[in-house]
């Protein structure tokens, strides 16, 4: 039941590269029968984690645990070539492990996008030069305001109170999407909801689990425990679908530790997407509505690792916007963290089919639940030549407020 679901097995069509594969591959590498070699890292490292496969499976395999433990094992015993290797630990063990030194990237990055220099490097053909081509447009636009002085902010509601909320405001989305995050506060606010961005917090540890840094993905969920676990409040939320997948499951990542399981478990049991968390409360009328056709990507980890769909078209019915499912909506558009870098060919050919679906609709907006979804969906637009919008939900939430 899962082969049809994977999407390297739908575009391969090879056993090695579907999820009954690799977990035969892992079998044998722990039974000391297969080489932790250039094969089986190959076909590990084509895998996009999207969980499609733990949908579908009736047994309910937890493929996404299998798949972050041979990455781990990949990791200690597997010497990938030098520049790979050197980049890699740098992304996700020192940019990823500061907001600050993250913060001094992205300025670098937001130089390079205005200043004429990409421009400049675009057209002297130096980006094919170097094989950057294809990957440098995916790079986020990074924004003027980043997100990171407001950590350590409350924000109280508007109106009568009806929940207080930890925000959890993410590592990638602070410098590329803090409009998005601020959205997300006002629209909190806007229905009762008083939100502190708690001091302390660092990256959420999802991009660093999913490649196989599981002993720097345990520092920071200790990390965020420490810093967010405040009985006053009534979850711990979250916009990005990724980060909320792992969030959720700190329980599992820190079971083996004696001094943080217990607190974990209980973390983990606090953690709600907005959607999840809006949904449920209940939406206040908004002062408009939208009155616009909105197709909705469901994001994998929102979908297939927490099993939310029906909140986010929820919140879409009740701004008034008019909802046209795409086909396949739950088929993964290839971004899965860096996988669209990693593995851009692979990652291009799956935007190409879910372009394919998207215009097929007929929609004005795309609208996703996760940055990194929307960042590919994006790049999917231009590359067609589209005029639809992408857009978090709580960034039309947001609309439909002002």
Not at 136 to 143: D, F, N, T, V, W
Not at 315 to 336: F, K, Q, R, Y
Request: proline content about 3%.
């Amino acid at each position: 039941m899962c082969l049809q679901q994977c999407p390297t097995y739908r575009l391969l069509g090879r056993e090695a590269d579907s999820p009954r594969g690799r977990i035969y591959q892992v079998l044998l590498v722990d039974a000391g029968r297969l080489p932790i070699g250039d094969t089986f890292v190959t076909h590990m490292d084509r895998c996009l984690g999207c969980r499609a496969c733990e949908t579908a499976c009736p047994s309910g395999v937890h493929y996404g645990r299998i798949l972050e433990k041979a990455r781990a094992e990949i990791e200690r015993n597997y010497r990938r070539p030098w520049l790979a290797r050197k980049l890699r630990d740098y992304f996700y063990l020192k940019v990823l492990h500061k907001f600050s030194r993250l913060s001094r990237w992205a300025k670098l990055l937001r130089f390079y996008q205005r200043s004429g220099l990409q421009s400049l490097a675009r057209v002297s053909g130096i980006l094919k030069l170097l094989g950057l081509s294809k990957v440098e447009g995916l790079a986020p636009r990074m924004e003027d305001n980043f997100f990171f002085r407001e950590i350590g902010t409350l924000y109280p509601c508007r109106g009568e109170r009806r929940g207080r909320v930890l925000f959890l405001a993410g590592c990638i989305a602070s410098v590329a999407a803090a409009e998005l995050n601020r959205a997300t506060i006002r629209v909190l606010n806007r229905n009762g909801i008083d939100v502190f961005v708690p001091p302390g917090q660092r990256c959420c540890g999802a991009l660093q689990a999913h490649a196989g840094y599981l002993r720097e993905a345990r520092h920071l969920a200790r990390r965020n425990i420490s810093h967010l676990m405040d009985a006053g409040y009534d979850a711990i939320v979250t916009n990005a679908a990724g980060c909320g997948a792992t969030l959720k499951e700190y329980g599992e990542l820190l079971a083996s530790d004696p001094q943080y399981a217990a607190d974990a478990r209980e973390f983990s049991a606090r953690v709600k997407d907005v959607n999840e968390y809006l949904a449920g409360i209940g939406l206040r009328q908004p002062a408009r509505r939208l009155g616009v056709r909105v197709t909705y990507q469901d994001a994998c980890h929102l979908a297939h690792a927490q099993r939310i769909r029906s909140a986010p078209r929820e919140l879409l019915n009740a701004i008034g916007a008019e909802i046209v499912e795409m086909p396949h909506a739950d088929h993964c558009c290839g971004s899965a963290g860096t996988y669209n870098v990693t593995q851009n060919e692979l990652s291009m050919k799956l935007l190409e089919e879910k372009m394919n679906e998207v215009a097929a609709t007929g929609a004005e907006v795309i609208a996703s639940a996760n940055l990194g979804c929307m960042l590919q969906l994006r790049a999917g637009v231009k590359s067609r030549g589209l005029t639809m919008r992408v857009a978090h939900v709580f960034e039309l939430l947001d609309e439909a407020y002002s």
